[in-house]
């Protein structure tokens, strides 16, 4: 197998994939945003500081952490060509070229219009598939399982 998949950076997609790689700390920061809302409704009165931590926690830092990141990401990120093999995966940009074998990749989550492969420590590299076959991506999907990468 070998696929070869001229990118462009796409916003939307981008921020599907951050919201499904930073599920957790997102989930975190919201359950302990609403705890402290909760403390501070319940405790004499209205405590103003546990209200104004839990403001913050569910819904600013959750909203920080995904307009950064896509911000980040986009400006980063820039016209790229992807190469799918048996080997691995690999990415060009003008500026730099990186290549992952597939016991490199920690997992491979298709959402819609593309496949966000996980490299770890937060990373991803996403496949978008909108010049692909369902044949196509169920190639990759099966590769990826095939070297013991875990698929969802």
């Given at each position: 197998m070998f696929l070869q998949i001229v990118a462009r950076p796409?916003?939307?997609l981008t921020v599907a994939a951050l919201r499904r790689g930073l599920r957790r700390p997102v989930l975190f920061a919201?359950?302990?945003g609403w705890t402290m809302l909760g403390a501070a409704a319940l405790l004499d009165g209205l405590n103003v500081t546990l209200l104004l931590a839990g403001v913050v926690l569910a819904v600013v830092v959750p909203i920080l952490l995904i307009n950064g990141g896509a911000r980040r990401a986009l400006r980063e990120a820039g016209p790229a060509t992807l190469?799918?093999?048996d080997g691995g995966v690999a990415c060009s940009t003008p500026d730099s070229r990186h290549a992952y074998a597939w016991n490199a990749i920690t997992r491979v989550d298709h959402l819609a219009?593309?496949?966000v492969l996980g490299l770890g420590a937060g990373?991803?590299?996403q496949v978008p598939t909108r010049g692909l076959t369902p044949?196509?991506?169920h190639e990759v999907l099966t590769t990826a399982s095939a070297h013991?990468?875990?698929v969802g």
């Open positions: 796409d916003l939307g919201r359950l302990a190469e799918i093999s219009g593309q496949l990373r991803f590299l044949q196509q991506i013991g990468v875990p």
